[in-house]
C-alpha cells in the first residue's frame, strides 16, 4: 500500500510563493480565462449531449457546430431589461449573484493543473498556490457561495424565490456533511490536506479504485452540491417556477448561470485531484512514455479528466427524473452520512493495523475489497425504510359535503394505487372551532 506522507512536506510546498508577481498576473489571468471558455463550451456540450439523447438536433447555426451558440447567449443576457421588483431588497438582491460568481472562481487557486514547468525562462508549478489545508479551502470557499443563492432567494420577495433559497440551505447542510466525510479517508491515505501532495500520493495507484466507497459518495454528494439534475431542488421549475433566480434577469441572472457551470467544474477538478490521480497520465501510461506526465502535457490529462465528470453530469441530466424533496433529504441523511461514517472507521483501522503491521499484503487488499463491497451493497440494497410498514396502512378518505380537496400523504398506502381519491377536509367553521375549544 501507498506510505503515509508527512503534513504539509517541505519538499511539496516549497515551490510555492516565489513566482514574480507577472507570473502571477499570468496564471490568474490563465485561470479566469480558461473557466469562462469552459463554461461556454460545457454549456454547448450540454445542449448537443441532451439533444443526441433525446433525439433533437441541438445547436448548430452559430459557428461551426453552433460552438458559438453560448457566446451567443451571453451577449444576449447582457444587452436584456435588467428588472428590479418592487418588493426586492435592492443591495442584498445585486450582490447575491455577484456572491454565488466570486467564490467559484477563487477555488481554482488551490488545483494543480500540472508539474513544474518553465515558464518565459522561469521554473513554476502549473498551480497558482497550495497550502496544507488546500482542501478545506475549497470547501470553505464554495460553502460561500450558497450565501449568494440563499439570499437571491430571500431578498427577491417572492414566495417560490424563499422556498428554493431555503431548499438550497437545506441541500447544501445535508450533502456538505457527506461530501466532507468522503474526503476523510484520502487524508488518511495521503496524510496531507495540501492538493499537490495528495496528487503526490497517488503516484502508484488513485486513490479512487482503493477507496471506492468515498469515490461514489463524493460524486453523489458533488452532484447534490452544485444543484444539479436529478438534485435540482432549489430551482425546480415544476414546483417554483424557477426557484431562486425566478425575479433575476439580464447580467444577473447570467451570473447565477455562470456560478453554476463553474461549481460544476470546480466539483470535477476536485474529484480529479483527490481520486484520479490529479494531472498524472491515466491508465499509467507514463510506464510507456516517459514523457507523459512532464511539461505541459499533463494538463492534457487533467481537462480529459474534468470533461469526463462534466459528461457524467449531463448524462444524469438527460436521464434522470427529478427526485422528490423528501426522498431527496432523507437519501442525504439516512444514507450516505451513516454509510460514510462507518466507511472512515473500517479505514482508520485499517491504516492503524497496517502500521502497526498486524495485516500485509495481499490480505489488507483482500479485506479492503471485502469492506467496499459490503457497504456498496447496504447502500445500493439498503432497506425500505417505513415505505413497507405504512403498506397496509388505513386512511379515512370519507368525503365531507363542503370541504376542502386535500390529497392523502405520500407515504400513505392509498397513493400507490392508480387514482388515490382527495379527501375533503371540512372547513373550520365556527361551530367546529367553538366546540373543539370547548
Known amino acids: 500500500m501507498l506510505p503515509v506522507l508527512p503534513l504539509a512536506a517541505d519538499t511539496e510546498l516549497a515551490a510555492f510563493g516565489q513566482d514574480t508577481w507577472w507570473i502571477l498576473t499570468i496564471k490568474v489571468f490563465a485561470i479566469f480565462l480558461v473557466l469562462v471558455l469552459l463554461t461556454l463550451f460545457n454549456i454547448w456540450a450540454e445542449r448537443r449531449v441532451v439533444a443526441r439523447m433525446q433525439h433533437r438536433i441541438g445547436p448548430n447555426v452559430h459557428g461551426p457546430f453552433g460552438l458559438l451558440q453560448s457566446l451567443a447567449d451571453g451577449v444576449k443576457l447582457m444587452f436584456k431589461e435588467d428588472i428590479l421588483p ?31 514547468v518553465t515558464m518565459f525562462g522561469e521554473r513554476t508549478p502549473l498551480q497558482l498556490t497550495d497550502m496544507p ?64 501532495e495528495i496528487v503526490a500520493a497517488q503516484e502508484d495507484l488513485w486513490f479512487g ?66 481520486f484520479l490521480g490529479g494531472w498524472r497520465a491515466p491508465f499509467w501510461i507514463d510506464k510507456v512514455w516517459a514523457g507523459a506526465n512532464e511539461g505541459y502535457v499533463p494538463v492534457i490529462w487533467f481537462f480529459g479528466k474534468v470533461l469526463f465528470f462534466i459528461f457524467f ?42 502500521l502497526e503491521g498486524w495485516l500485509e499484503g495481499d490480505s489488507l487488499r483482500i479485506v479492503i475489497g471485502v469492506l467496499a463491497a459490503i457497504l456498496l451493497v447496504l447502500f445500493f440494497v439498503g432497506g425500505t425504510g417505513g415505505a413497507a410498514d405504512t403498506e397496509d396502512a388505513e386512511v379515512d378518505l370519507t368525503p365531507r359535503e363542503g370541504g376542502f380537496p386535500t390529497p392523502p400523504m405520500p407515504s400513505t398506502g392509498a397513493v400507490r394505487g392508480a387514482a388515490a381519491p382527495l379527501v375533503f377536509a371540512s372547513p373550520p367553521t365556527p361551530a367546529r372551532v367553538a366546540g373543539e375549544d370547548a
Request: charged fraction near 10%.
Open 86 to 116: 418592487k418588493a426586492a431588497d435592492k443591495v442584498v438582491f445585486i450582490l447575491a449573484p455577484i456572491i454565488a460568481a466570486v467564490p467559484a472562481f477563487v477555488t481554482f487557486a488551490v488545483i494543480p493543473f500540472g508539474p513544474e
Open 133 to 196: 489545508v488546500a482542501v478545506l479551502f475549497v470547501m470553505a470557499v464554495a460553502s460561500i457561495g450558497i450565501y449568494g443563492i440563499v439570499l437571491g432567494g430571500w431578498s427577491s420577495g417572492s414566495t417560490y424565490s424563499l422556498l428554493g433559497g431555503l431548499r438550497s440551505s437545506a441541500q447544501m447542510i445535508s450533502y456538505e456533511v457527506a461530501m466532507g466525510l468522503a474526503l476523510v479517508a484520502v487524508f488518511l491515505y495521503a496524510g496531507s490536506m495540501s492538493t499537490s
Open 209 to 274: 479504485l482503493i477507496l471506492i466507497p468515498s469515490f461514489v459518495i463524493y460524486v453523489i454528494a458533488m452532484v447534490g452540491e452544485t444543484n444539479r439534475a436529478p438534485f435540482d431542488l432549489p430551482e425546480a421549475e415544476g414546483e417554483l417556477v424557477g426557484g431562486f433566480h425566478t425575479e433575476y434577469s439580464s447580467i444577473k441572472f447570467a451570473l447565477f448561470f455562470l456560478a453554476e457551470y463553474i461549481n460544476m467544474a470546480t466539483v470535477s477538478a476536485l474529484a480529479t485531484t483527490l
Open 313 to 354: 453530469f449531463i448524462w444524469l441530466r438527460g436521464s434522470l427524473p427529478r427526485l422528490r424533496y423528501d426522498q431527496f433529504m432523507a437519501f442525504g441523511w439516512k444514507r450516505l452520512i451513516p454509510i460514510a461514517l462507518v466507511w472512515i472507521v473500517a479505514v482508520a483501522t485499517l491504516r492503524a493495523a497496517k
